[in-house]
């Protein structure tokens, strides 16, 4: 049985663009990129999980788009003559989340993805309002819930936060059900025949049912890294896409290169894991690292760059021309130059149990997904930099209490003024400096953590469930040793500090020139943001060296 909804669009002027009826002067302007085709009712036109999928522009008729749910099939929107079909899953190539039947005969205009895209770089206008279109129809079906994901999980699951995390981050509509507070979960459990140790569990795209999968076994069956061609050669590769790979990607190809990029876990790096970004330019109340994660993503592929996520590279072969980049799935990517924007993680605390309690209250994200699991129980963040100021700040509107632990003596060594100001004066936020995590107690859950504060000598210990690391960097480079040369922390050296370091590189620098600023020991590879030896722990500063990485590359292609 199939049954209507009405898409959750907060006001009346979002609920025009998402659903916007084009002018017969703008039709005419879309006519001559694709193909009139009359259609009768009842006809399915796409079906969930096919790729490559068209926009149909309604000139009579009705076309329905239809979700499936677990109560079943649902009409999510109906359009009429102007109406036009689709959402990012045209710009991002994605798998389609949905089945499109035509409700009355009539006659439909067929625009191909790849026509879609000419036209969207070709006119302003019917750009902007196809772009703005498939944004808000994407965040219509986060708010509901929807799309060809369903999570069957529990709160006391770190499987479950990382599969949730995952999709969230990368802006990808699901359904979850929380296993531990749903009455019917029984009847769930019985219907899909799973036993409650196999949680979580992904249905994915209605049919396949995924018992506990990794990240990218999720990525794979959404299609994350599907049409992927090994034969082709790109212009340039990008590992990571952190603020400097997605900056990278946006003026690479906006620029007209071939560009692809690939990110093994969530995009964003640490900054997509900020709850408020209050320092970067253009935002003056601030923005969340997921809010401006999904912007660049959609810009970048917006202007024809590829994403592949949930894929890591696990071989560079920096002795072929072009290099080749080898994938965890066997897939061997070839390009002309490479930028390395893989990032760096949290150093984690040197304490024996800690994998024991991650994603069961030791985290290393503080967004709204993290918080909801805290409620208004006492949290720790530990970090002195940016990442953990700005979760202490937001995690103190709701934790009864933040403790802040901090290795050195003050903050502003490496915290914005701001942010230190905030800190130092909060009611909630309890800041302990020359404090270190010592010991981590519980059973399936954290429940009492103890720290030592050098500077009283004091062992202090206190029943608290969450604990938020968010302290120092160590570079993701492990697949780049014998490539390139790195300094003592791992971190890629380029430019002007490979003076002193040239001789003693894995591979000769085999051109006459010296390398240029952001190049590293191998002509053509550049490393920007977090990964960068001596690299500037700012958001502004990543976007800025991935921007000029694309002149450098452009420059280097001249080369070949």
């Not at 969930?48 to 999510?76: D, N, Q, T, W």
């Not at 196999?198 to 995924?210: A, D, F, H, M, S």
Request: glycine share 10%.
């Amino acid at each position: 049985m199939t049954e209507s909804m009405q898409p959750s669009i907060s006001t009346p002027d979002r609920q025009a663009q998402a659903f916007p009826v084009l002018t017969a002067a703008q039709i005419d302007r879309i006519r001559p990129y694709g193909n009139a085709r009359i259609v009768r009712a009842g006809e399915i036109l796409f079906e969930p999980g096919e790729l490559g999928l068209p926009c149909f522009v309604v000139l009579s008729g009705k076309l329905e788009i239809l979700m499936a749910r677990l109560s079943g099939e649902h009409v999510f929107v109906a359009y009429g003559p102007g109406g036009f079909s689709g959402e990012m899953v045209l710009i991002s190539g994605a798998r389609s989340m949905s089945r499109g039947r035509v409700a009355e005969a009539g006659e439909f205009l067929e625009v191909s993805a790849d026509a879609l895209h000419a036209l969207i770089a070709k006119d302003a206008e019917l750009s902007d309002i196809f772009m703005r279109a498939f944004i808000q129809r994407r965040l219509a079906l986060i708010t509901e819930g929807m799309g060809n994901v369903i999570i069957l999980g529990s709160r006391h699951s770190a499987n479950t936060l990382r599969l949730r995390e995952f999709l969230t981050r990368n802006g990808h509509p699901h359904t979850y059900i929380d296993l531990d507070s749903d009455t019917t979960a029984q009847e769930l459990l019985d219907r899909f025949n799973l036993k409650i140790d196999e949680i979580p569990v992904v249905i994915c795209g209605g049919k396949t049912v995924l018992r506990n999968p990794t990240t990218p076994q999720l990525a794979e069956c959404l299609g994350f890294a599907d049409a992927l061609d090994e034969l082709r050669i790109r212009d340039v590769a990008i590992v990571g896409a952190g603020p400097a790979g997605l900056a990278a990607a946006v003026y690479a190809a906006s620029e007209g290169l071939d560009a692809v990029v690939i990110e093994a876990e969530l995009p964003g790096g640490q900054a997509g894991s900020s709850s408020k970004i209050e320092n970067y330019i253009g935002f003056p109340t601030g923005i969340s690292g997921l809010e401006l994660t999904r912007r660049a993503v959609v810009q970048a592929e917006k202007f024809g760059a590829q994403m592949l996520v949930g894929q890591r590279v696990v071989q560079f072969h920096c002795d072929q021309r072009p290099y080749q980049l080898s994938l965890e799935n066997g897939v061997i990517l070839r390009a002309r130059s490479v930028i390395i924007a893989a990032g760096a993680q949290y150093n984690t605390p040197d304490i024996a149990n800690l994998k024991q309690f991650e994603g069961n209250g030791v985290y290393y994200a503080a967004t709204f997904m993290e918080s909801q699991l805290c409620g208004d129980d006492e949290v720790i963040v530990i970090g002195g930099g940016n990442s953990a100021g700005q979760a202490a700040v937001f995690l103190a509107e709701t934790a009864r209490k933040v403790y802040m632990l901090v290795r050195g003596k003050t903050l502003s060594e490496t915290m914005s003024r701001y942010l230190t100001q905030r800190i130092t004066k909060h009611p909630v936020i309890e800041l302990h400096l020359e404090s270190e995590l010592q010991s981590l107690e519980g059973d399936s859950h954290l429940e009492r953590v103890t720290w030592f504060d050098r500077s009283s000598g004091e062992r202090l210990t206190r029943e608290i469930r969450h604990v938020f690391v968010m302290a120092g960097a160590s570079p993701h480079s492990d697949w780049l040793r014998g490539c390139v040369a790195l300094d003592q922390q791992g971190f890629v050296l380029t430019g002007r500090d490979l003076d002193a370091a040239l001789a003693g590189a894995p591979r000769k620098w085999p051109l006459g020139r010296p390398p240029l600023m952001l190049e590293t020991s191998l002509p053509a590879v550049y490393a920007v943001g977090d990964i960068r030896s001596g690299n500037v722990k700012r958001v502004a500063s990543a976007v800025g060296e991935g921007a000029i990485s694309i002149h450098l590359v452009h420059r280097a292609l001249a080369e070949i």
